[in-house]
């Protein structure tokens, strides 16, 4: 079974420009997770998308934006950057709503790059 | 406020010396809690999860909700041990499925 995969690997991207950023869910997961690593911050949160809507979102600018299709993948996308936005984003995907101490799977992650 | 502590950013041991990896939890509820762990060149993948009550290469972990700890063991720790962990909260519930992580322990262990 293939895991969660994200692409591209790696984007390097200037300031002020806009990146989108994609996730494919394990087969059958229809939850899909959004965060963001970087350098000395940790995991941080950044949002959540279940059968199609946005259930919610971190502590982050609207500048972070995303979606999901009726496919259950997703995009992540992220306007006017900035060069603090250099990160690694990490997309992780879970059967769904509701089962109690469900694990999420995660993705090789892709290494954003604002110079 | 929703907050995993984890007090050592890296641990350093001997092969075959016991490992505890501290985590700390801050959360009003019933809270689950994880372990992931992270191999060199490696994604993030979940260690085991206290819901579960299992012991996944040796590790174990025991939830103390009156020291609000989750605390990881390891009686004889490996080389191959050596990663990035770390511990994760969700706050199951409501409107939050996400994880809240700790800022992740490196664990060296030496020949």
């Known amino acids: 079974e293939a895991g969660v995969t994200q692409s591209p690997t790696h984007l390097i991207k200037t300031r002020g420009q806009q990146v989108t950023l994609r996730c494919s869910p394990i087969?059958?997961?229809?939850?899909v997770y959004w965060y963001q690593q970087a350098l000395g911050l940790g995991l941080q949160f950044l949002l959540w998308y279940d059968e199609g809507e946005e259930r919610n979102r971190g502590n982050f600018p609207p500048r972070f934006s995303g979606r999901q299709f009726p496919n259950y993948s997703s995009e992540l996308n992220v306007n006017a950057l900035e060069l603090e936005d250099s990160a690694l984003y990490l997309c992780?995907?879970?059967?769904?709503?509701?089962?109690?101490?469900?694990?999420?799977?995660f993705g090789p992650g892709t290494r954003l790059t604002v110079l | 406020a929703q907050r995993v502590t984890q007090p050592e950013k890296l641990l350093s041991v001997f092969k075959g010396a016991p490992v505890e990896l501290k985590c700390n939890y801050s959360?009003?509820?019933?809270?689950?809690l994880f372990w992931y762990v992270q191999y060199s060149r490696q994604r993030l993948q979940l260690l085991l999860r206290h819901i579960s009550r299992e012991s996944i290469k040796g590790f174990t972990a025991d939830l103390n909700k009156g020291e609000t700890s989750f605390h990881l063991k390891k009686p004889f720790a490996q080389e191959e041990d050596s990663a990035m962990y770390y511990c994760a909260l969700s706050a199951h519930g409501g409107s939050q499925g996400n994880l809240i992580f700790g800022k992740g322990t490196k664990l060296s262990v030496k020949p």
């Open positions: 992780a995907s879970t059967p769904g709503l509701g089962t109690r101490g469900e694990a999420q799977y």
């Open positions: 087969s059958g997961h229809t939850s």
């Open positions: 959360y009003s509820g019933s809270p689950e």
